[in-house]
Structures are given as structure tokens and as C-alpha cells.
């Protein structure tokens, strides 16, 4: 999967305004709340996960965005 900036900084626009960002109340809670997306192609991404990600898993939400392969090995 491909993302250019703009669809990032989309994103994280929209992310941020309805408080999922960093700061926002899911943030917050415990355990881990993420998004999870499948592609046409059967690939898996997720494209928001709460920072608790990494006190769950070892592995910064930025790291699986894209692809959730190393959370899945």
C-alpha cells in the first residue's frame, strides 16, 4: 500500500478532531484500541492504534500504519 503525505496528514486531521489523537480520550483507556483495514489485496494495516500499542506489543503504532506485518509475526 501507498500513502502520500496529504492522505497522511489527512488522517491524522481527522483522527485528531474527533480525539484519537495522542492527547484525545482514547488515548486514555486502558488496553490497546486500534482501526484495522484490509486492502482489495488481502494486505493489513492499521492505520490508528493507541500509543498503549507499545507497553503491549514492543512496537510504535507509526510501525504497522502501513502494514501489519510485524505485529502479526
Do not use: F, K, Q
Amino acid at each position: 500500500m501507498t500513502m502520500n503525505t496529504e492522505d497522511t496528514a489527512s488522517r491524522a486531521g481527522r483522527a485528531s478532531s474527533a480525539g484519537l489523537g495522542p492527547d484525545g480520550w482514547l488515548a486514555h483507556i486502558p488496553g490497546i484500541a486500534c482501526c484495522c483495514r484490509v486492502d482489495a489485496d488481502g494486505s493489513l494495516s492499521i492505520p490508528y492504534a493507541t500509543p498503549s500499542l507499545t507497553d503491549y506489543c514492543g512496537l510504535r503504532p507509526e510501525a504497522v500504519a502501513e502494514d501489519a506485518g510485524p505485529l502479526l509475526d
